[in-house]
Structure formats: structure tokens, C-alpha cells
């Protein structure tokens, strides 16, 4: 699970620019810990965009260690990395030799106009400037082309994930949402979907099993632990460690996560 949708989803214009950045920091971390993306996403990209992936001219931004980038390319989209962080480049770079990759940003994206079907932001269209970042998309997809973004938001109807979220929230003093649609931790609203795109939702529910250690691995390569303090985060995750290690006396846990998904065609 990502432990809400809060540590990691506060917009990069609105806090410090180095917590854009931090994941650089953990990169082979966020490479061994963080979830993957189920096939059902893919099939789902390319129900809502209306064209396979295969052959598909894609740009993955923020690509990080190529975690959303591989399941691209497996599926045969004609991909290319995006991502402005040294340190999860490099991860990109070894785990993905084959796939081009560019050192770049959102923001500015240093490609041709009308170049590209589909553009990807996994769990990373939040760090950037919503308005500069939807203008470059809008300049550099073809007519027909699409804008996907997805997020993998912890799924609250599972009760041990919504306590673990309830003391993630007291830890972080994070308000807990009022305008929830659902009991998932939905955030989408937060997102800053660009207002003149006509975006179409889905929610995409699944799972995976886990080692406790990965889990904790996974909770601590988060932007929010990575950026509150060492002693801090490690207490936080020692503890969590301890109480999990209770509940689940076997060493694993499901991770439960619901994928939101938004798909506007050009
Ligand atoms: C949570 S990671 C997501 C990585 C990967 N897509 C995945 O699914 O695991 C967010 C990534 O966005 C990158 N990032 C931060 N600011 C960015 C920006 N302005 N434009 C593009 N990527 C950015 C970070 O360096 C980081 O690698």
C-alpha cells in the first residue's frame, strides 16, 4: 500500500522543491519495495485511450526506477524515460538498458510538437506544475493522442489499512478528508486535473503479498519519510514494524491498493 494518499501526493509548487527530488535518495529502496501495477491497469489504458499499446509512441514521465516504464514496455509501447531525479535515473538506467531515457522534467519537456500517442505520469503528474505540465502535454500529443495518470492509493475498506493509515494521519497531523467520495482514499480532486481536458476515471482494485520487511521498505521510500527526519522515520517505522509483526505473525501482509487511473484523449 502507499501509506495514504497524503505523504507523497502534496503538489511540488506548493512545498519545498527538494521533496520533488527526494526519492533520489532511496532510489534502490523505491526500486526493491514499491508495488508494480497490475495487468488490468494496462488493459485499461488501452480500453480509455482507444489504441493498443503496442507500437504506441509513449513518453513515461517521471518515470523514477522504471517501475511504470517496464510494464509499459513489456506490453510493447515504443517508450521513452522521463526523469529529472540523478538518483532514480540511475536505478532507470540499470534496470532498463535498453529503454531510452531523457533527464528531464514535466515542465518543460524537450520534445516535438504533435510527437508523441500517449503520455504517462505513474504516481508523478503531482510533483509538477499542474498548468505548465498540461500545456506540454497538449503541445506535444497528437491530435487523438492521450494524457494517462495514475496513482496507486492505499484501499481503505481493508481494516488493517485503514488503521495503519489512522496512525500515519496522527504521525503526519494530516486532517482526515471530509470530502472522501468513497471509503477508498481517493485524492483524485487533489490532483489538479487540467480543467479544459476531458478526462474519463477508473478505479482499479488489487493486491499483492508482501514480506513485513518490504512493506516497511515500501512505507519508508515514501517523500514524507524521506524528508521528515532519519530518527523520526525510523521510530515511526520501527514501531509500525513491531505492530505489524504482532498482527501478522507469519512475516507477510496484502498490501491492498485501488489504482486510480485518468484518461483524457486530445
Ligand atoms: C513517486 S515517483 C513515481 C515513479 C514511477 N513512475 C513509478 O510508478 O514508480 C515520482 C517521480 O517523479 C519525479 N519527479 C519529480 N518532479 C518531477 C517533475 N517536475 N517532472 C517529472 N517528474 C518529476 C521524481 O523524481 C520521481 O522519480
Redesign the pocket.
Known sequence: MTPTQSP?TTP?HLSAPSR??S??RAAAQ?AAA?PG?PDALLDAVEDLTGRPLRGARTL??????????RRLHDRGARIVA????PG?AAELRRALPDVPLVR????RLPFASASADLIT????WH???PAR?AAEARRILRPGGALALWWNVADHTVPWVADQDARLRRFFRVEARVDDRSAHGSAVQDRDLPPDLDFTHRRIPWTRRVRLATHIDNLGSH?AFLTIGDDAARQFLAEERARLASDFPDGTVEEAYVVELSVAVR
Open positions: 507523497d511540488n520533488a527530488l526519492f533520489d523505491y514499491r501495477y513515461d514521465v517521471g518515470a523514477g526506477t522504471g517501475i511504470s516504464t522521463v526523469e529529472p531525479g532514480m528531464g522534467d514535466g515542465n505520469y505513474a504516481q508523478s510533483w509538477t506544475d505540465s517523500s
